[in-house]
């Protein structure tokens, strides 16, 4: 932008989002010009000496990685009045179906650079209930193809860690 009003007329105009959810064109074009931070939480079960986690697919509509394999995760709102608030926002919206048996554990963060801009990302595992379906989940030990490239070394960062209490 060159001139003072043009920044005038851009702060104008995103003076009028409300706070939240926004289009996804214009997190598109804030995402590249700043950090965005992400709610990381990857379901993990231990049984048989192996581990597994449930991956969601994403939306054949991504913009991204269509029908890919992801470690489910959400951005930080600025509505968003707790982390509590947002782990259960992920939760309904990626693992609905799924039973925790705790509260997410806290692993460690990363800072990258994903597709659409740099990122840091609050990584966490959480344990789901035995009685859930195995046929659902991936073994941790081997991913597929059709994971996120990025989400490969989170999913892997999450594993390690609970592996070390199981």
């Not at 950090?35 to 048989?48: E, G, I, K, N, S």
């Not at 939760?91 to 806290?106: H, N, R, W, Y």
Request: glycine share 2%.
């Amino acid at each position: 932008m060159k001139a003072d009003g043009d920044h005038d007329e851009l702060c104008r105009l995103l003076n009028q989002l409300t706070p939240g959810l926004l289009p996804r064109d214009v997190f598109h074009a804030i995402a590249r010009l700043m950090v965005t931070t992400t709610f990381v939480v990857v379901p993990l079960l231990q049984r048989l000496e192996k581990t597994f986690a449930y991956l969601p697919r994403r939306s054949s509509d991504d913009l991204y990685y269509p029908s890919m394999l992801n470690a489910p995760g959400t951005i930080i709102r600025a509505n968003d009045e707790s982390l509590s608030d947002v782990c259960r926002r992920l939760a309904q919206a990626e693992f609905p179906e799924i039973t925790i048996k705790q509260s997410p554990v806290f692993v460690d963060t990363v800072y990258d650079r994903i597709v659409r801009g740099r990122e840091i990302s609050l990584i966490h595992w959480a344990e789901i209930d035995d009685a859930s379906d195995i046929s659902r989940l991936t073994d941790v030990d081997e991913l597929p193809s059709d994971v996120v490239p990025t989400d490969r070394a989170r999913i892997l960062m999450a594993a390690t860690a609970f592996k070390k209490i199981r």
